[in-house]
């Protein structure tokens, strides 16, 4: 390349991967003529590289949540009339399930595609959800187009002006649930062979369970009556039947008695999902009314959905990460936000992020805490056993359930921990060319058991954060070759100037701009303040010939060295003009 330069005298600008010798990195190399050599700037981009890759993978990574999802996804975008009413919406976004239902609809009218949704009542709720801000969930059945006697769970939330729609067809299960309650007045009867099959053959836990009210009316607890035998697999109970609820879990939360004392009492069915944190589970639930109304009996079809409440904790964590990170371009800041929000999500009191350097420990934490300074700041990090740092360079995790009784920890670092008021903590490191380069920490006052679910969350945000730290050292990278670029643009002799030529109706070329011009430009022509003006508005009688050299230029973009005098401007030049940009 440089022999090329020389032998030619185009400059070149081009980016290299050079694997040998110590390097292994990623350049930016540029190269001019000078005399009978060249001049050349050479940028380690390898950073940037990274980071880009970082990028698009994080792009695809999102784009793979979508499309793996069983549900159909789609975001719409409000269409409104001159006075701002929506009067229709535009199909945005749609994941691989919707395509599949719908085609590829993207860009179109949602009227157009599904004018069904009007009698059926989903057009109103988009507009509701849109203008109120409010999420909305439900079932709703539809009739219409492709659709042929078919019912969906829907939850609709806002976004910008429009709305992020989930789908799920439910038909089969709606169906399921239709056929169970067709079957109670044989439950009441101790049910039928044909009852009971179905009955212990669904993947659902089902029971049924008799409400018990105080004097005053109010639900606190339940008795079962019947329970199948997905029951026990979805809960953890053993014998169910016959005893109450409190008696099982005496710590079982309130909501429950009130949410199925109210089907009791009202007759009306009721889909949700709650938390039990007594049996450590989270349910999707639908529970309705049966038997006698006088018996107060409720039954009771749930899912176990905790590890899916898991998932969706765990990427709204992550998504909720990204949006605070994409803006932030200070690599202290990035830190800052990326503890707060570790601390936020673990329910953890403390956080810290640690900065490791040729094997040692790199000045003093950087600490958020929920209630003030993070007492670990107060600490240098001296303190630290050295043989810390190996084992973090060896392991992927730490996770301490309570340092007063961990054998791994010595009474002197004990003694430390007790200072800094915490017992417990996860910490997660960053391995960077082999190396560790930095260790993010969660603490806790108080001893607490940190399961995998929380341990890998907390390494998921931390190689998201690191991933946006080296962004940031990319960009400040890039902002310094930036100046040096700059630096030596301005101080070399030569004079320089980049013009735009312009070209009349039939393509001659006629005048120029000059867009940008280096101090030199100025002591070689005589043309001063030059920059956004025209050549015609420095020098009127400029030869003709100029335009023509010019223009050929920028047509054929085929660069020129030559020698040319200008009686206008009173110089001889010796030139070198080539093409910039698209032609």
Aim: with cysteine.
């Amino acid at each position: 390349t440089l022999k090329q330069v020389v032998e030619t005298g185009i400059a070149n600008q081009s980016e290299h991967h050079y694997a040998h010798e110590q390097f292994n990195d990623w350049f930016q190399q540029s190269a001019v003529k000078l005399n009978d050599g060249v001049v050349t700037t050479t940028i380690k981009i390898t950073e940037l590289k990274k980071a880009e890759q970082e990028i698009k993978s994080g792009r695809e990574f999102l784009r793979s949540i979508l499309d793996n999802s069983l549900d159909v996804i789609q975001v719409f975008k409000a269409v409104r009339d001159k006075d701002g009413k929506i009067i229709d919406f535009t199909w945005l976004v749609q994941n691989i399930k919707g395509v599949e239902e719908n085609e590829n609809v993207v860009g179109e009218r949602l009227l157009t595609k599904n004018p069904g949704i009007i009698d059926s009542g989903i057009f109103d709720k988009l507009v509701q959800v849109t203008e109120t801000g409010i999420p909305l969930e439900h079932e709703q059945y539809y009739s219409s187009e492709q659709f042929n006697d078919n019912w969906f769970y829907q939850a609709m939330v806002k976004q910008d002006d429009g709305v992020v729609m989930t789908s799920r067809n439910i038909t089969e299960q709606i169906k399921a649930e239709r056929e169970l309650l067709g079957l109670k007045d044989e439950l009441a009867q101790k049910a039928n062979d044909r009852y009971l099959e179905l009955f212990n053959s669904i993947d659902e836990g089902f029971c049924i369970v008799k409400m018990l009210f105080d004097e005053n009316g109010k639900p606190y607890d339940y008795r079962f009556i019947e329970a199948n035998k997905a029951f026990n697999r979805h809960t953890g109970i053993d014998d169910a039947v016959g005893h109450t609820m409190l008696e099982i879990h005496p710590d079982h939360e309130p909501i429950w008695f009130e949410i199925y004392g109210r089907i009791a009492t009202t007759l009306q069915p009721e889909r949700f999902e709650n938390e039990a944190k007594a049996l450590g589970c989270f349910y999707e639930v639908y529970a309705f009314p049966t038997g006698n109304p006088e018996d107060h009996m409720v039954g009771v079809l749930f899912n176990d959905i905790t590890q899916r409440k898991k998932e969706e904790n765990k990427q709204r964590a992550l998504l909720e990460l990204s949006d605070t990170l994409r803006p932030l371009t200070d690599s202290l800041e990035i830190k800052k936000a990326a503890m707060k929000l570790s601390a936020s999500v673990l329910q953890a009191d403390s956080a810290c992020y640690y900065e490791v350097e040729n094997e040692q420990w790199n000045g003093a934490p950087h600490g958020y805490t929920i209630d003030g300074i993070c007492a670990l700041e107060k600490f240098p990090t001296a303190e630290f056993d050295k043989h810390w740092l190996n084992y973090f360079s060896k392991n992927e995790f730490l996770a301490i359930e309570n340092i007063n009784s961990d054998g791994r920890f010595t009474e002197k670092e004990r003694s430390f921990w007790k200072k800094c008021g915490i017992k417990s903590g996860i910490g997660v490191p960053f391995i960077k060319s082999g190396q560790l380069a930095a260790i993010l920490v969660v603490n806790t006052i108080e001893p607490r058991h940190w399961t995998t679910d929380e341990i890998t969350l907390l390494r998921d945000i931390a190689q998201r954060t690191w991933t946006a730290v080296d962004r940031a050292h990319a960009a400040e990278a890039l902002q310094l070759s930036k100046e040096k670029y700059h630096h030596l643009f301005d101080a070399i002799d030569e004079g320089y100037c980049i013009i735009e030529v312009h070209f009349d109706e039939n393509e001659r070329p006629y005048n120029w701009t000059f867009i940008e011009v280096n101090p030199a430009f100025e002591k070689n022509n005589g043309l001063v303040n030059a920059t956004g003006k025209t050549i015609l508005e420095m020098a009127p009688d400029i030869e003709h010939k100029w335009f023509e050299i010019y223009g050929r230029i920028a047509k054929t973009g085929e660069p020129l060295r030559f020698k040319e005098n200008s009686t206008a401007l009173k110089r001889h030049f010796q030139l070198y003009a080539f093409p910039v940009g698209r032609a």
